[in-house]
């Protein structure tokens, strides 16, 4: 064959040799023609290679590149038949300057062509014009070979478009052009191009042109000398000894041979050279990347059928190959299977490829051009697509779960490439059960079997393939894989280099598709997307021609998803079915309970028919009676057996027969409803003085109607209202009498409101009167207790301070201090007369309420004590403070209760305490105590509550008391006094009463306290009483009904109150003269003990001499004191001070305001309103201590007071140690 185109092609190493007569005269023909819109065929020697190639391909002279139109001298037939590319071709040869004005895309394409024939641009860069991608080439010096390949719509997706004009840089991989408008085909992107590429391209689509597939700048690689740089592709081919092969060596080569494979090694695409008897092969770097894989480089030289090369594939492209040699016909083979051997394994491969027979200029076939694409991945996912196309039309038909896994194995036969086995199991929950298996609960996998529900290529009974499965007990197998698929719920590929498959598992088994063993296999887990329970396995064999790369994982993937979705669809369809079978089923039950319960409902209606007291009836239009009951017949006295139409008009008086005439008009005319009281002709006896009277019936009756409207019957009742119309008769005669009773009832209510309203006006006055005197009476007494503490104490400032005083003077001095402290106790005893007064008069008029509000009883406790502590310390009184462990462990920390109440007993059993336990010559002490219960505390042992005849009431049942839990707080107060008798303890707690008539000489008093602290403890749920020996002690202790404060903190006291009985400890204060020796008492310091010069205070009060008398007491302890005569001087004084904004550098200090309530211009409650209103506004920098100081020491106004914004309220009269204590408490929780 060698030798053949040896002789048939010309051997002038030169084809210009020819005389240039010959080419001018050539040259004008086909200028001629072409202008005739006729291209010439180009005699250059390899024209039947370029027009046997099925890519659009034609030839430009060179010379005339740069000319105003160019000469285009050979298109082959693949570019004609195309007529719309072949035209848009052609007008890119024409004028230069109409192209420019007319086409734009035409015009670069032509600005492309010269760029290439001119070296401007490399010629490896493509360009995408009429939607094909072109190339182009310089062959010979002379020629411009410029060929195309289609260029599909995802290459232009990637392509972006370059402005204005064709971008002349080296760099760009495609350019892209569209054909005009003037065409008359579908609009193109206009000039865009690549700015990168993919590494991966389908086979069909335009592919960048690396540099190491060509030979920049090189005319002619088979030449001795070759100029330019050689691609390491070309540089091999070179080094090949084609002398030792059918070619010979390359210095023998003809010229059209030359060109041929100098266009071979040009072309990006893969192309090979099929030479001679022996097929000698020949191929250029795409070909050896693409489709000689491993075989390269031994392939390059060697024959088609030699070991090593294409020997596997010759009887599948052999007798292809002999037709093409025989006929001299190309020829196209698309999307052929061929099996290769590459990478140690026979691997499916698809091609599309085509041979093109090389004449040489001979008669004879010398040569194959061959042009194969690799179409595996499209062929591949074609073949799977069809497969996942059948498994979703197979799996609709299923329309329960049991029957999806035939229609699963149904779906996959056809494809015995990618599935060579197939094994389904489903999964059931009853391990020993032999059901079908169709679902799976949410049990976990120990409790599953799996039932084998078909196969595909395993034979029956094979070892791979068990009818049943248990996945607890079971071994081997795929059963391990089970487990792991069902814990992972993704497939699980299996391999027999890893061992995860076991060789000895597939022995056996039928292989499907290409009849070869497979080296792996995959279990896929088979649950529904609408759930996460694992309803069946399938597993399958893996296509043993094919790696499982991506592209096989993916169609795995798809797999997968199809079956989870076909599942799911099999799922909801079948639970459909099966809650319409349900719903019927209930929809029957429903009607067979209706139908029982309508039978048992005309049963029952008929049996209270035949019970009731009423007459009922039912008469047809005509008059006649259709039904009616006993008690019918017996009121109207109607024979039973006589029917006739109106018969019973007879029962009735002569005087309703009017009446009863117009009803029946209004019934059958009117058909309406009617009702009238009628009077029948058989008379009425009283049972029980037979006396005869008018018998009366009620009678109703209304028409029933068919569903066409007409009327059937009528239906109605009948009362006996005879004892009716007697009792009604009777009634009149009584109304006469009531009317009489009820003058006079009105008479006595109009008495007994008038006595309620005087009741309560005097009541009111009473209040008044006491509110008055209360007031009237406590703000002397205030002044009185704070000038005889004033000279007390200045006298005993005095003496402390003067060691030379003279006794006689000394002597009148603390006489002097005798007589003022003597003041101060009547002043007090006075003032708690005033509160048992105000107390009593309340309780006597119900109008003590009992108020809960958040309290911490450890805190208002310590509080209590404070009050007695100078008192404590002058008697030398040890008073100490213990929380018993149930009130940490119950959390009793915070409660709800009305600590005014509360505080009023605790006050009453200390004054009591310190009463009788100052005058004992031996250890004085004072212990009170604080636990908490979850039920009311009984007594213990000698101790006895006081008896009551009212039972406990539940104060804790309004809703202002929350829901928190009930709590039994007890307190107890211990002295160590005198002590009480039996005959003593019988005395206590009545009103008026002491232990005994010697007390009020010796001790003081009224015998309130104690029967106001019984009444307050009885108002809050609780009971008070005693345990005394005579000469030992006394303990007086009470409990209160309370509930737990929600949402309060277990550590609100943590720093307070530890866990078990606690000793809340008070400091002594230091000897001194009048005092000699203190008393330790809980954690308050004493008053003299402070340093209160820092303060600066504000009296608010309108009454001068109380506030003299105020300021004074303030000024002794070393304060600053401000005064104002009402709350309009108040404010106006707060706004120079540093808490106004603005005034924090220059402005007056103030610590607290002490502010009466009654003043006139602005009253206190009125002021400390419009403060809280400044301090909201941001006007005050920080929250203002204010305590209320007044007279009228009625709870209700303390509770108005703090609602107004008071921090405490201080009621007269006081001392000034009660008020600094009072004062230090607010500034420290400030």
């Known amino acids: 064959m060698m030798s053949a185109m040896k002789e048939g092609l010309p051997s002038s190493p030169d084809l210009e040799s020819s005389s240039d007569d010959i080419k001018e005269s050539r040259e004008t023909t086909l200028a001629v023609l072409t202008r005739q819109n006729s291209i010439v065929d180009l005699d250059l020697g390899f024209t039947d290679f370029l027009s046997a190639d099925g890519r659009p391909t034609f030839v430009v002279r060179l010379r005339t590149i740069n000319e105003e139109t160019i000469s285009i001298v050979f298109a082959n037939d693949a ?477 795995i993937r798809l797999l997968d998803r199809q079956l989870a979705t076909s599942l799911a669809s099999v799922t909801l369809f079948e639970a459909e079915i099966q809650r319409g079978l349900n719903a019927a089923e209930a929809a029957a039950q429903e009607r067979s309970r209706l139908s029982r319960e309508l039978e048992l409902q005309r049963t029952r209606m008929q049996r209270m028919a035949e019970m009731s007291a009423v007459g009922m009836f039912s008469i047809d239009p005509q008059g006649s009676i259709l039904e009616a009951n006993d008690t019918w017949y017996e009121l109207t006295g109607h024979p039973r057996q006589q029917w006739d139409p109106m018969s019973w008009l007879n029962v009735l008086h002569e005087d309703s027969v009017p009446h009863m005439a117009a009803g029946w008009n209004r019934l059958t005319v009117d058909r309406m409803a009617w009702n009238a009281e009628l009077r029948l002709k058989k008379p009425w006896f009283d049972p029980v003085t037979g006396e005869e009277l ?165 805190e208002m406790v310590t509080q209590v004590l404070k009050m007695f502590t100078a008192e404590a310390q002058m008697c030398n009184i040890d008073m100490r403070f213990i929380v018993e462990r149930s009130w940490v462990e119950l959390d009793a920390n915070t409660v709800l209760l009305d600590s005014s109440r509360l505080r009023q007993i605790l006050v009453n059993l200390m004054s009591n305490a310190i009463k009788f336990t100052k005058a004992e010559t031996r250890d004085r002490t004072i212990v009170t105590s604080l636990s908490a219960h979850l039920r009311a505390p009984s007594a213990p042992e000698d101790f006895k509550y006081f008896p009551t005849n009212k039972g406990h009431s539940d104060v804790t049942s309004g809703q202002e008391w929350g829901n928190g839990r009930i709590l039994y707080l007890r307190f107890e107060v211990k002295d160590s006094g005198c002590g009480l008798t039996e005959e003593e303890k019988k005395n206590l707690f009545t009103r008026y009463s002491q232990a005994s008539p010697k007390t009020h000489v010796k001790y003081g008093g009224s015998g309130l306290g104690l029967f106001i602290s019984r009444q307050l403890a009885e108002l809050q749920g609780g009971e008070i009483g005693v345990a005394a020996k005579y000469g030992v002690g006394s303990t007086f202790a009470f409990y209160v009904k309370a509930r737990k404060a929600e949402g309060i903190s277990r550590e609100a006291l943590k720093d307070k109150v530890n866990a078990g009985p606690q000793l809340l400890a008070l400091p002594k204060p230091a000897n001194s003269r009048v005092a000699s020796a203190p008393a330790s008492l809980a954690t308050i310091s004493s008053l003299s003990g402070n340093n209160h010069s820092t303060w600066h205070v504000l009296i608010v009060e309108d009454n001068l001499v109380n506030q003299r008398v105020l300021a004074k007491g303030i000024k002794k302890l070393g304060c600053t004191v401000h005064v104002a005569n009402h709350g309009g001087e108040a404010l106006e004084m707060i706004q120079t001070t540093k808490y106004y904004k603005g005034c924090e550098n220059n402005g007056k200090e103030l610590t607290v305001i002490l502010m009466d309530l009654e003043m006139p211009v602005m009253d206190g409650m009125t002021c400390v309103r419009k403060i809280r209103e400044l301090e909201k506004d941001g006007l005050l920098n920080n929250h203002l201590p204010i305590i209320a100081v007044t007279a009228n020491a009625r709870n209700e106004l303390v509770i108005a007071a703090k609602a107004s914004g008071m921090d405490d309220v201080m009621p007269k009269p006081f001392q000034i140690r009660d008020l600094v204590t009072k004062i230090e408490v607010i500034l420290s929780s400030v």
């Open 694 to 858: 008018d018998n009366w019936i009620l009678v109703g009756a209304q028409p029933e109607f068919s569903s066409e409207g007409e009327m059937i019957s009528l239906m109605g009742s009948i009362t006996d209202i005879t004892p009716q119309k007697r009792s009604a008769r009777d009634a009149d005669m009584r109304a006469k009498l009531s009317e009489k009773l009820l003058a006079r009832e009105q008479e006595a209510k109009d008495l007994q409101l008038k006595q309620l309203d005087e009741a309560e006006e005097n009541r009111r006055r009473q209040n008044n009167f006491i509110d008055i005197t209360s007031h009237e009476m406590r703000n002397p007494l205030s002044a009185i207790l704070q000038c005889a503490d004033s000279i007390s104490s200045s006298i005993k400032d005095a003496l402390q301070d003067n060691d030379k005083i003279d006794p006689a003077i000394e002597s009148v001095l603390e006489g002097s201090v005798e007589a003022a402290e003597t003041i101060q106790l009547c002043a007090q005893h006075q003032k708690s007369i005033v509160d048992d007064i105000l107390t009593i008069s309340k309780l006597d008029s119900h109008l003590l309420l009992i108020t809960p509000m958040e309290v911490q009883p450890v």
């Open 79 to 555: 570019l004609r038949s195309c007529s719309h590319v072949f035209e848009s071709v052609r007008k890119s040869s024409g004028p230069r300057s109409v192209l420019q004005n007319v086409s734009q895309d035409t015009f670069f394409f032509r600005t492309w062509l010269e760029d290439i024939a001119n070296r401007t641009i490399h010629k490896s860069v493509p360009i995408v014009f009429c939607g094909f991608s072109w190339s182009a080439f310089i062959t010979d010096h002379a020629w411009l070979v410029v060929g195309g390949s289609r260029c599909p719509p995802t290459e232009l997706n990637r392509l972006v478009d370059i402005p204005g004009t064709l971008s002349r840089s080296p760099t760009p991989s495609v350019v892209t052009l569209s054909a005009t408008s003037e065409l008359g085909d579908e609009p193109q992107t206009s000039a865009p191009i690549r700015r990168d590429t993919n590494s991966f391209e389908s086979p069909t689509s335009t592919t960048e042109v690396n540099a190491s597939f060509v030979t920049p700048g090189t005319p002619d690689w088979t030449v001795k000398y070759p100029v330019g740089d050689l691609s390491p592709h070309i540089i091999f081919t070179r080094s090949i000894d084609w002398s030792a092969t059918p070619l010979g060596d390359m210095s023998t080569w003809t010229r059209e041979f030359r060109q041929i494979v100098n266009l071979l090694m040009g072309n990006p695409h893969p192309a090979a050279l099929f030479w001679g008897d022996e097929l000698t092969v020949m191929y250029n770097k795409a070909y050896a990347d693409s489709i000689a894989g491993d075989k390269h480089p031994r392939l390059m030289g060697v024959g088609f059928t030699t070991a090593g090369a294409f020997q596997e594939l010759w009887d599948f492209v052999g007798p292809i190959f002999d037709e093409c040699v025989q006929t001299g016909n190309s020829v196209a083979v698309s999307e052929q299977n061929l099996p290769i051997l590459r990478s140690g394994f026979l691997e499916e491969e698809f091609y599309t490829w085509s041979l093109t027979p090389l004449y040489g200029g001979t008669s004879k076939v010398i040569g194959l051009y061959n042009a194969p694409f690799d179409v595996s991945k499209s062929a591949r996912a074609r073949r799977a697509t069809e497969t996942l196309l059948k498994l979703g039309q197979a799996t609709t038909l299923a329309k329960k779960v049991s029957e999806i896994w035939k229609q699963i194995l149904i779906a996959l036969e056809d494809n015995g490439y990618d599935f060579p086995f197939a094994l389904v199991y489903s999964v059931s929950d009853e391990v020993d059960s032999m059901d079908d298996g169709s679902s799976a609960s949410s049990v976990s996998a120990d409790m599953k079997s799996c039932i084998l529900e078909g196969a595909l290529g395993v034979p029956e009974g094979h070892v791979a393939a068990p009818s049943k499965i248990d996945l607890k007990r079971s071994a081997g197998g795929f059963i391990p894989s089970f487990r792991d698929a069902m814990r992972s719920r993704e497939p699980k590929l299996l391999n027999i280099k890893d061992g995860s498959l076991a060789e000895s598992l597939i022995e056996g088994i039928e292989w499907r598709g290409y009849g070869e063993r497979c080296r792996e296999a995959i279990v896929c887990p088979i649950r529904p997307t609408n759930g996460e329970n694992v309803m069946g396995f399938l597993v399958i064999g893996v296509n043993p021609r094919r790696r499982f790369d991506e592209d096989y994982h993916a169609f």
